[in-house]
């Protein structure tokens, strides 16, 4: 018996033994293509060797200095690297050691600048209702993720939430794609003038969702509105790219394809793609300036932020996205995989949307497409397509509550940059397969309970 409290101490775990290139192998040898890099994060698959290396070379030189005594040189190479990818006006970053972290930081840096800058009455979050921005309480409250939330609901700090940017579901029948995003962006002004817009502190997004409502990019207008509302009121605009950041959707940054610039950025995941476990915070100018010319520090800190580790597999796993033009292939394969999912899903009966940007890509289940009805909550659909699609040999990132944090099913997939057509043509193989037998048991076992149920 395992003495580890696992995230399901009921789930029955195989043990992973290894892993190379886009599969990873379990202790009796099974393999299986990871199709989702776990939770977005393996964007180079595993064991690749310059990342390897790199890790070796770093713990041979220095493994730790704490971060209150020393710099170091391998976190500054990394800042300047970060810097010289970034847009400009990001000129700065703070090193942590993953998503919840960097997005913790980026909250209490947004109200620290306000602090700085002589508004402190400013404390109101707003973020986006069907969104995730961690598991730590400042970040779960921000976040709208509702099943994540509920339990924890009175220790959670009041923050507000307005309408995703969710088209398939929410656009109404006669409003285009653009004036749908300018409604629900101007939800934002709304919420601002009901809370006293010099009240509030910043605006928090995924730029694309991720695992709550399963790659959802926003529609054309979107973010340029929500830029202009946060400019108008003087209120910074967060971008969490945890997970879709890092070249994942086909640009390093997802916000790139937006045509705007945030103050803050989270990003996390694809930056050390699962090597070590580092995160960072993108700071704009401006809001660096308020503390440097302030306070002259920011008034936070972990034991293992800007860790040397951390900090040479996030080199290493950028120079080789960057020497190997991988986000060319992520584009490519990206493009064909959405090719493979609609030819393999468009005509399906319970499949009701293909969406997402890059390597970075959802299927949305629905009980009848026509309608968009989901399929019950108790069926735990997404949990038997995990399940049918492992027993293929495939990983994939399933969740349900895609709606509103209870309807709903979808499958992301977040393959590694580094995969191939030939592996896509089988990942939507298995895909295609592992879906059809989950819907099929699925209704199978729902029949005989409802029959037991009635009888
Ligand atoms: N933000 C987003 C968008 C995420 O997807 C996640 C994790 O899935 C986080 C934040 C939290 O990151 P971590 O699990 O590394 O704390």
């Known amino acids: ?20 290139g886009v599969e990873l192998f379990d202790a009796d040898g099974k393999t299986y293509i990871d199709a989702c890099g776990g939770a977005a ?7 690749h ?21 020393f710099t170091s040189e391998i976190a500054e190479r990394l800042a300047d690297r970060l810097i010289s990818d970034s847009s400009n006006g990001i000129d700065y970053v703070y090193l942590v050691s993953g998503g919840s972290e960097a997005m913790e930081a980026a909250l209490k840096m947004a109200r620290q600048y306000f602090v700085e800058k002589g508004e402190s009455q400013r404390r109101h979050i707003i973020a986006r209702r069907q969104s995730y921005h961690g598991n730590t309480l400042g970040v779960l409250a921000a ?8 339990q924890f609901k009175p220790l959670l700090v009041e923050t507000h939430h307005i ?16 004036q749908y995003g300018e409604r629900v962006a101007n939800e934002l002004e709304a919420k601002m003038l009901e809370l006293g817009p010099d009240e509030v502190i910043a605006f928090v997004a995924e730029t694309v969702v991720g695992a709550t409502a399963g790659a959802v990019p926003a529609v054309e207008g979107y973010f340029k509105r929500i830029r202009e509302i946060c400019d108008r009121y003087g209120v910074l605009l967060i971008l969490d790219e945890v997970m879709c950041g890092m070249g ?13 610039v945030p103050d803050l950025v989270a990003i996390a995941k694809g930056l050390g793609g699962g090597y070590q476990p580092v995160g960072a915070v993108l700071i704009g100018r401006h809001v660096y300036d308020a503390f440097a010319t302030g306070s002259g520090f920011f008034q936070h800190g972990h034991t293992y932020m800007g860790h040397p580790l951390a900090a040479a597999a996030a080199l290493a796993v950028q120079d080789v996205i960057r020497e190997h033009g991988l986000l060319d292939n992520v584009v490519r394969m990206g493009n064909l995989l959405d090719r493979r999912l609609q030819e393999r899903f468009h005509q399906h009966h319970h499949i009701g949307d293909i969406r997402g940007r890059g390597l970075f890509r959802a299927i949305e289940l629905v009980a009848d497409r026509g309608d968009k009805s989901p399929f019950d909550p108790a069926r735990k659909l997404y949990a038997a397509v995990k399940r049918e699609a492992m027993a293929r ?16 099913d979808h499958v992301l997939l977040a393959p590694p940059f580094i995969v191939s057509a030939g592996q896509i043509d089988t990942i939507v193989e298995r895909l295609g397969d592992a879906v059809d037998a989950a819907i099929a048991g699925s209704v199978a076992d729902h029949d005989s309970l409802s029959q037991v149920a009635v009888g």
């Open 1 to 20: 018996m395992s003495k580890i409290l696992h995230r399901s101490i009921h789930a029955d775990l195989q043990v992973a033994a290894g892993g190379l």
């Open 41 to 47: 994060v393996s964007c180079l698959g595993h064991s």
């Open 143 to 150: 976040g709208g993720n509702e099943w994540r939330r509920a």
């Open 163 to 178: 309408a995703p940017c969710y088209a398939y579901r929410d656009r109404l029948a006669g409003e285009n794609e653009y």
């Open 248 to 260: 994942r959707t086909g640009t390093l940054h997802a916000y790139k394809q937006e045509g705007i």
């Open 49 to 69: 060797p310059d990342v390897l290396a790199a890790l070796h070379a770093q713990l041979d030189k220095l493994a730790y200095a704490h971060t209150g005594f």
């Open 393 to 408: 040999g495939l990983m994939v990132y399933p969740m349900g509550g895609t709606i509103d944090g209870v309807r709903g």
